[in-house]
């Protein structure tokens, strides 16, 4: 299959391709560029930290992280993520806080994300992938 696609992960995504399912390992494994949020590595460490495989698990995200492209948080990222936070309290349809520095991360790029969270979908002009 042709590769030619961008896309960025959210935390559940990388847990789900893990997990070996198919659509999410197909939308992965035939990306042309996978972008991970440093926000969801902050995430899958913490998950990590807290089971009972940390090792094992460290060693998943490295080898997906080294594979991917690590978005970080700058000026231009604070000031979408504040936007981001502005238009959903105005809304009144708040999303949890590192979810936010997710969404403005896609929307800075310009790329969709790849998730099973729904609430996703409460942020104007996102594009999410759900499965």
């Not at 590595?41 to 060693?59: M, P, W, Y």
């Not at 936010?100 to 790329?111: D, E, G, P, R, T």
Request: hydrophobic share 45%; charged share 20%.
């Amino acid at each position: 299959m042709k590769k030619n696609n961008i896309i960025a992960l959210d935390t559940n995504a990388f847990i789900a391709y893990r997990q070996g399912i198919d659509e999410v390992c197909n939308r992965i494994d035939n990306a042309e560029d996978i972008l991970v949020s440093v926000v969801v590595i902050g995430e899958l460490l913490f998950g990590a930290l807290n089971s009972t495989q940390v090792e094992k698990n460290r060693a998943a995200i490295e080898k997906l992280t080294q594979n991917a492209t690590v978005i970080s948080v700058d000026k231009s990222m604070a000031e979408k993520y504040a936007e981001v936070r502005n238009t959903l309290k105005k809304a009144g349809s708040p999303i949890p806080e590192n979810d936010m520095w997710i969404a403005a991360s896609c929307l800075q790029l310009n790329v969709p994300l790849l998730t099973n969270d729904q609430h996703f979908d409460y942020v104007p002009g996102i594009k999410t992938i759900h499965w």
